[in-house]
């Protein structure tokens, strides 16, 4: 089964930057349409951003529009998110996963999820 694995949180002040990475293994991305999550505390699972299996169409919820930015690197079996002019409503844990299409709500793909990584931005 894939094994996800989220990293590149942290804490950042209003306004920051950060660049998370998600590492897939045991199954190749290649063929995939690849997607960013999050999930604030007390709040379910929110879709921020899809990518195509080639890298050419990417698709961003309004909330993150103009500010993240979803890429890939199928070589390394890895996708991306950049995130920048972040907000305080923008801390919760993040989570990357496969998806069934660039719409605003895809369901995920694999079965399983990674750890997350936890991104806390103060005001």
């Known amino acids: 089964q894939e094994q996800l694995v989220e990293s590149g949180g942290g804490l950042v002040q209003a306004g920051g930057s950060l660049r998370l990475s998600c590492a897939v293994s045991?199954?190749?991305?290649?063929?995939?349409?690849m997607g960013w999550f999050r999930q604030a505390p007390g709040k379910g699972r929110e879709f921020l951003a899809g990518?195509?299996?080639?890298?050419?169409?990417?698709y961003y919820a309004d909330s993150v529009k103009g500010r993240f930015t979803i890429s890939r690197d199928n070589a390394k079996n890895s996708v991306y998110l950049s995130l920048n002019r972040l907000k305080p409503e923008d801390s919760a844990v993040y989570y990357c996963?496969?998806?069934?299409?660039?719409?605003?709500?895809?369901?995920?793909?694999?079965?399983?999820w990674g750890q997350g990584t936890r991104v806390t931005v103060s005001s």
């Open positions: 045991e199954r190749s991305i290649y063929w995939f349409v």
């Open positions: 996963n496969a998806i069934d299409g660039l719409t605003p709500s895809p369901a995920p793909r694999f079965g399983s």
């Open positions: 990518i195509s299996s080639s890298g050419d169409n990417t």
